[in-house]
């Protein structure tokens, strides 16, 4: 009888790709976010700077903090969309994308729209078969004309 399949450490999937290229068990990048971020979570909780998860979003404080993050979610995309020189309004072409900066602003977005998810427990699976579901409204949409 083989020994069962163990999932890895949050240490040993996160220093590359190649930690986990021959193993067993893998999980998607998607899951791999969700890890890393509770990994994250679980270091300000430890700090006293963040509640436990999951929060009640039925709560006024649980609804706060949804909110707070949300907010907090909006900004950051506001700064990656502050890098985009170009506006409507302009009569030049503006090319001087700093495309790094870009990136990381949009993953830092990401981080929160992932901690608004743990924080709602909502899981990797749940938000694929969610994703899925609306994307698959939209083709519909798409398709007839909308």
């Known amino acids: 009888m083989s020994d069962p399949i163990k999932s890895p450490a949050m240490e040993d999937l996160m220093v590359s790709p190649e930690s986990i290229k021959d193993a067993k068990w893998a999980p998607d990048r998607l899951e791999l976010m ?4 509770r990994d994250l979570m679980d270091k300000f909780i430890e700090a ?3 509640p436990n998860y999951p929060i009640d979003i039925t709560s006024k404080h649980g609804q706060r903090q949804i909110k707070e993050l949300t907010w907090a979610m909006v900004e950051e ?9 170009n506006r409507s309004h302009r009569f030049t072409d503006h ?11 949009l993953a830092d977005a990401l981080a929160y729209f ?4 743990v924080f709602a ?7 694929y078969d969610e994703y899925c579901k609306k994307n698959t409204i939209v ?6 004309g909308y």
């Open 121 to 127: 427990n909502i899981s990797p699976q749940e938000l």
């Open 77 to 85: 995309m506001a700064e990656a969309s502050y890098i985009l020189k």
């Open 114 to 117: 992932l901690e608004i998810c």
């Open 95 to 105: 090319t001087d994308v700093d495309f790094a900066h870009f990136k990381e602003e």
């Open 139 to 144: 083709k519909g949409r798409v398709e007839e």
């Open 34 to 37: 969700f890890l890393a971020q």
């Open 48 to 50: 006293d700077k963040l």
